[in-house]
RNA sequence: GCCCCCAUCGACUAGCGGUCCAGGUCGCGGCCCUUUCAAGGCCGUAGCGCGGGUUCGAAUCCCGCUGGGGGCACCA
């Protein structure tokens, strides 16, 4: 039997950080599986909201490399068969009217179990499950009606979804009884809390996959570290590239508890991947990044930048705020200091050749001419070139700016 | 109120009866390196919620308690 699974958002927002961590779980195991991972689009109405947050919701998607295999299916579009399913099920008895609705006959006695993939077995006594809505007085099918209808008709073989469905499930496994459909094995994956160990929400930070992408969070690392959030293949592996989250990805070795959304962990991890990844490839991604979020800096510039803060940022984001004095101009004033700054402008106005390697030499020599320390005699020169008393290398820094600006700023800071 | 679920360092987790006076990672603290900040290296900090069982032996199995979560819609 090949595996089946299926995403299945609704299109009332954004995506959510912890709805893609589940339809992460989804992907990889189809993946690995080699099954199918269908997208379903459980809408209840059509709009243009609708259609804009379908395509919000496929680029987040993409973004993470999580794809899907044949064209997307809307829950809109069969609501004429669940309504067919629903009289099929009150001509049988299965079903009843009830006020204009119609309402599903659960059986009295007896239980309703599976067993679930992560929780392991789940019994629910059927005299506590109440005669759920299929089809409302307005002719609309409902959620837990439509929902189970679909997965048997898609053959889906795995639901595996959020834990808020898990009382829904024995009443989805009744409905599909009734219609003669395969039940599915379910997985109820946990759901994911902020750092107050309340569901996660914008209290606690970014939580659309968009804003993560805006912040500058590269999707490999997103990828991996969502998939460590209630899943863990051992106790030692932490780094893990797609492919191998694939490989050994299993649905036995998900927690069945809930995990906290740790955001320093996530920045530590960013950070990894950004330091692991080739010059050249993470100059590319800086250049994109500031080009799809407002900044116009000259793209040559940015790339010879790059290699300086590669090691030092932990996010696309943090670009600017690090390596701006190169293409914005600077305010600084360093009183008290203006004596070694002046001499670092001495030193440089005419040094032959104006690179890193000299300008370390000319600036050590003139931090020792003056008895300082070389802490003491760098940093007044920092501040005033970038402004800032945190920056990238001093010495390369200096070369990227130029000898005409570096002056410049000298000049002005000791003013 | 009724049903269901969950429970190992601050966080993510490993552990599926002895190899655990509990291991890895983040965070945090210290040291080293060092032109700042990072990165990197080394060292350290900190945990099996409580109470009963079962067993020669329990973080691991059972029961209760406590705490937390989810659900109980003609929402999805």
Redesign the pocket.
Known sequence: MSVVVRMAP?P?GFLHIGGVRTFLFNWLFARQQGGRNLLRI???DTTREVAEAVDQIKDSLLWLGIDWDGEPTF?LDRMDDCREIAQRLVAEGKAYE????IRFRMPDEGATAWDDLV??R????NE?I?D??LV???G?P???FASPMEDVWDGITHVIRG??????TPKQINIIRAVGGDIPAYAHV??I?G?D???LSKRHGAVRVNEFRDAGYLPEAMVNFLA?????P???T?IMSRDELVARFSLE?V??????F?Y??L???N??YI?ALPEDEFAHRLVLWLGEHGYDWDAELVRKSAPLVQ????KLGDFPGFAGFLFEDVEASVDGNAEVVLAARDALAALEPFTAESI?AALRGVVEELGLK??QG??PI?VAVTGS????????SIELLGRETTLARLSAAAA
């Open positions: 609704s009332t459980e809408n209840t829950q009830d006020e204009g609705a929780r392991g789940i019994e629910v006594a506590t109440e759920v809505v409302r007085s307005d609309r409902t959620y837990n834990d808020d469905h898990v009382s829904n946990p759901s809390f750092t160990g309340k569901k460590l959030l209630g899943w863990a051992d106790g030692e932490t070795r927690s069945s508890s809930p995990s906290q740790d320093a962990k920045d530590w991890m950070g990894m330091r090691e030092k940022i932990s370390e070389p802490r760098f940093q920092r008393t945190v920056s990238p290398g001093l010495f390369e």
